[in-house]
């Protein structure tokens, strides 16, 4: 049972436009939402996050937005960049949390 | 560099070997997990350390999976009789424990494993 999904296995964007990843999830006790993003033969690298009590929090070229009634949230990245060129992972910790579940990523394509 | 180190970063085994994997965290950090990423899928996880105590294993981690944090810094996990379904990538993180909310991880490279 998938908790949390990101339906897109893969995206492409022009360079400069918008790139607006997706995430849904199914599990109303998480607490915080995380973005993840990993190059080939690298691990994860955290990107930003969000509190559950939030709807938006923002960090340069990078917003990411929660509606916890729709239980989705979606990480914008604007401008785009080729070196954004990667495969994004939705997280969502549980409260009280430790453990981490993660969505199966989406790769993100910025064509120059 | 002070990032997460993780040993070996490729392992070749034969089915019914056992094979053991280290992960040197970020030093100050208390929290220590192990991930296992499949093909076209997220970190799965496994395993979880608060200092040298195991506070979480997931249903994912069988009998023949095993995972140690002696004295609270380096850790390993051992898979004993492999099998080909144990052909992954084993992902090891850390982070510093904060009271609320999320603590961002820093992952490791990974250690490739095949089993043939």
């Known amino acids: 049972d998938q908790q949390v999904k990101q339906n897109s296995p893969s995206l492409s964007v022009q360079e400069g436009r918008i790139s607006i990843l997706n995430c849904d999830y199914t599990?109303?006790?998480?607490?915080?939402f995380l973005w993840y993003k990993k190059y080939p033969a690298e691990g994860p690298t955290f990107l930003i996050s969000?509190?559950?009590?939030?709807d938006k929090n923002e960090d340069g070229r990078f917003t990411v937005f929660l509606n916890k009634s729709a239980k989705h949230l979606s990480l914008h990245i604007v401008p785009s960049q080729p070196g954004d060129s990667a495969v994004y992972f939705c997280a969502a910790i549980y409260t009280g949390g430790f453990k981490t579940i993660f969505g199966a990523g989406t790769r993100l394509f910025v064509k120059a | 560099d002070t990032g997460v180190s993780q040993d070996p970063r490729h392992k070749i085994t034969k089915r019914g070997q056992n094979v053991t994997f280290r992960c040197d965290p970020i030093s100050e950090h208390n929290r220590l997990y192990w991930y296992r990423q499949t093909l076209g899928q997220g970190p799965e996880f496994l395993t979880y350390?608060?200092?040298?105590?195991?506070?979480?294993k997931s249903r994912l981690l069988s009998d023949r999976f095993s995972a140690e944090r002696p004295k609270g810094s380096f850790s390993t996990l051992e898979i004993q009789r492999t099998e080909q379904g144990d052909s992954a990538m084993y992902l090891c993180a850390s982070s510093l424990g904060y009271l609320t909310g999320a603590n961002e991880q820093f992952f490791g490279p990974g250690t490739r494993l095949t089993v043939l």
């Open positions: 350390f608060q200092n040298e105590a195991q506070l979480e």
């Open positions: 599990n109303s006790m998480f607490d915080y």
């Open positions: 969000i509190s559950s009590i939030k």
